[in-house]
């Protein structure tokens, strides 16, 4: 480090790159995919919405954006009335119908994750970052399924 910023050239070499386990990535993926299918009994229609509520001002709304015939893109997202919104958890997560997975595309608006990043970096993301992201979505649909305490479903 050079004046409090990043130099590459004082990296250590003993220093490894991050490389991802793709066989828990897949795993979690896959785990995710039969979550959000249990979620959404109909997953093949762009305009359909659904809607959660746990009953303490807590909803989870879950939007079909696009539909073909070996993926799904949905738009999540948690709402809790009182809180801002930059707290609020956004994802858009996409269904591969062929393989059973689901992966995060974006998430809190930031998206087209890499498999893994040099750290530090200028968005600071973390090394696994892609696989966090795929974590947390896991964690979030165990939360919903276990607090859900109503479901809507409606066309747009």
């Known amino acids: 480090m050079t004046n409090g910023l990043y130099n590459k050239r004082s990296m250590s070499i003993n220093q490894r790159k991050y490389v991802p386990n793709l066989s828990k990535l897949q795993a979690t993926c896959d785990v995710n995919y039969g979550k959000l299918l249990g979620l959404l009994p109909a997953c093949d229609d762009d305009s359909l919405q659904y809607r959660f509520n746990n009953g303490k001002d807590l909803t989870y709304d ?12 949905l738009d999540i997202c948690q709402q809790h009335r009182g809180l801002p919104d930059y707290v609020q958890p956004t994802m858009q ?16 608006h930031v998206g087209a994750f890499r ?3 040099a750290y530090p970096n200028k968005r600071m993301h973390q090394p696994n970052e892609k696989e966090m992201v795929n974590t947390f979505l896991y964690e979030w649909l165990q939360f919903c399924h276990k607090h859900i305490g109503s479901r809507e479903m409606f066309n747009q």
């Open 62 to 73: 879950i939007h079909i954006v696009e539909v073909s015939p070996y993926t799904t893109t």
């Open 93 to 108: 997560v996409r269904l591969y119908h062929d393989v059973r997975m689901a992966e995060v595309l974006k998430s809190q």
């Open 115 to 117: 498999a893994s990043y």
